[in-house]
């Protein structure tokens, strides 16, 4: 069964274990994003033994337009059709549609939206994503919402709200009347939003978490708005929902977001920030940020980043790997896909040891200002 417990507090950052059918997750967490399945340039064996990933995020949009549903069907679910033996996370597709703004349209019924593959139309009801959802058969299960783009009026952000929160209802509703389709357990979190109006995210803060569900997620967040904005409704949306259930920022960001967001009480992160950044040769470490591209790496041998546990960056100079990218060898995207991963997951599983001995809330503003000066 999901459970949540929760071992340790810093102040307001918690350290936990979330445990669904496919294993268990410490936290706070980074989720690599697998939007269709896969981590791209990375093998699951990496991810798992290497990297150290413990659940990965999918696209709910992507994952239905192909392979398709029927596919995934077939085989039972994503985890056997990827191989993918750990939890996964699907998002509802909403942020994607959001993204989609010139191809889509929103109604009270659901989105109607042109496939940005082939052109095809197709919509998403708050049922429908949730019948999707099941077919792909991960363990954690998101709602279909809005998000509304930075900056939105008033008026406008209370409408969206008002359309996010009875989605919400008919998700949750076409959730209890379905089942898992393959045996094991799955949950769902309903998302708060409201913009970065105080008392609109603090209703529906407040409203989700009436529906008393497994876990929370906090969307609408890091879509062109000031940091200091970001962590006003990130810590306005926790003071408000359960504390005794997990609470997943969702598409935030980068180390320095992740650490404050941890310390404002935040367990679950993804964000296509380290694979992204890494195959166009930017590098997180504990020293700070690196373009690899840069000439000033030619002639420097020392490893990647000398204190990172993964053993590619104790073996690989920077030399070589700007030479890789310089050349257009495909390695060299993978390598800094691979230790980019292998950072942000360090960099969580620092922050819990910090918090299991209650040093984090001494720890984290320098550690966050350290990995993102500019190398």
């Not at 967490?29 to 990297?51: A, R, W």
């Not at 929160?165 to 949950?187: A, P």
């Not at 979190?189 to 970065?196: E, L, S």
Request: aromatic fraction near 10%; glycine fraction near 8%; charged fraction near 20%.
């Amino acid at each position: 069964m999901f459970s949540f417990f929760i071992d340790a507090t810093d102040n307001k950052a918690r350290a936990g274990v979330l445990t669904t059918d496919h294993g268990r997750v410490e936290t706070p967490i980074f989720m690599p994003v697998g939007t269709l399945g896969n981590v791209k340039g990375v093998l699951f064996s990496q991810l798992e033994q290497d990297i150290k990933a413990q659940i990965l995020l999918s696209n709910t949009y992507h994952l239905y337009l192909r392979p398709g549903l029927e596919v995934i069907r077939s085989v039972g679910g994503l985890h056997r059709f990827t191989g993918w033996n750990n939890p996964i996370l699907t998002d509802s597709g909403g942020y994607q549609v959001y993204s989609l703004s010139k191809i889509r349209k929103i109604t009270e019924d659901g989105i109607k939206f042109s496939s940005h593959i082939d052109g095809s139309l197709h919509f998403f009801s708050p049922e429908k994503v949730i019948e999707i959802q099941r077919v792909l058969g991960s363990d954690i299960m998101m709602v279909l919402d809005e998000c509304p783009p930075y900056p939105s009026d008033r008026k406008y952000i209370e409408k969206s709200l008002k359309l996010t929160h009875s989605w919400l209802d008919r998700c949750i509703i076409c959730f209890n009347q379905t089942e898992s389709l393959y045996g094991h357990e799955q949950v769902l979190f309903p998302i708060v939003q409201g913009g970065t109006y105080e008392d609109l995210r603090k209703q529906s803060a407040e409203y989700v978490s009436q529906k008393e569900m497994a876990g929370y997620a906090i969307g609408g967040l890091s879509v062109g708005e000031p940091e200091k904005l970001m962590y006003e409704m990130t810590e306005l949306s926790c003071s408000v929902l359960p504390k005794d259930k997990p609470r997943y920022l969702m598409g935030v960001g980068t180390p320095a977001n992740i650490l404050h967001a941890i310390a404002l009480g935040v367990d679950m992160f993804d964000c296509v920030i380290p694979t992204r950044n890494g195959r166009n040769g930017w590098l997180y470490t504990w020293n700070g940020i690196l373009h690899i591209r840069n000439k000033k790496w030619q002639f420097v041998h020392e490893p990647i980043d000398p204190y990172s546990s993964l053993e590619l960056d104790r073996v690989t100079s920077k030399s070589f790997l700007r030479h890789l990218f310089v050349a257009g060898e495909m390695l060299g995207p993978i390598i800094a896909t691979i230790h980019n991963l292998s950072f942000f997951m360090e960099l969580v599983r620092e922050a819990r040891r910090r918090i299991m001995e209650g040093t984090f809330s001494q720890w984290y503003e320098k550690a966050a200002q350290r990995c993102m000066q500019k190398l």
